[in-house]
């Protein structure tokens, strides 16, 4: 089976815009945080679960974000994750928020999750399982959008 990205559908909130009405850039880390959360739950890897089973944490070491066409109070967006790298001690979760018809690429944005011990916070290797287990959702940027509808930039 291919790998494909892991679709969320959220709509922009109240608490998302200002008072035009169009989001705020902030908000879109909510949207990735959301689907961060369900991509690894769609992997088996239930964050009140896998933290406790490792004994690991995965906080971020980098955070990008770019945009692209603003969205409004009650769009509703589809928030694609995936993972396009997987390194020894971190790997890269990358998000496209994706609406309408035809399909368009709203905003893109990745996070570098690094892997540490939690009671010292010291990097340390991913556990292969997790590895293992985001699998059907690691692929390149290129393929996930292309499996999603994106016309090329």
């Given at each position: 089976m291919a790998a494909k990205p892991h679709i969320i559908d959220e709509y922009v909130r109240w608490s998302d815009v200002d008072f035009a009405g169009i989001i705020c850039y902030g908000a879109?880390?909510?949207f990735f945080e959301i689907a961060?959360?369900?991509?690894f739950?769609?992997?088996g890897?239930?964050?009140r679960?896998?933290?406790d089973r490792y004994n690991v944490w995965f906080p971020r070491a980098a955070i990008h974000s770019e945009f692209y066409?603003?969205?409004r109070l009650d769009d509703r967006l589809r928030v694609a994750a995936y993972v396009s790298r997987v390194g020894k001690k971190s790997l890269t979760l990358n998000f496209d928020v994706i609406r309408g018809d035809p399909v368009e690429?709203?905003?893109a944005g990745y996070q570098v999750l690094v892997c540490v011990?939690?009671?010292t916070l010291q990097s340390r290797v991913i556990p292969p399982e997790v590895v293992r287990a985001l699998v059907p959702f690691t692929l390149s940027v290129d393929d996930a959008r292309a499996e999603l509808g994106v016309p090329k930039r």
């Open positions: 879109y880390l909510r961060e959360t369900e991509l739950r769609a992997a890897l239930a964050f679960n896998v933290f066409r603003p969205a690429l709203g905003a011990e939690r009671p």
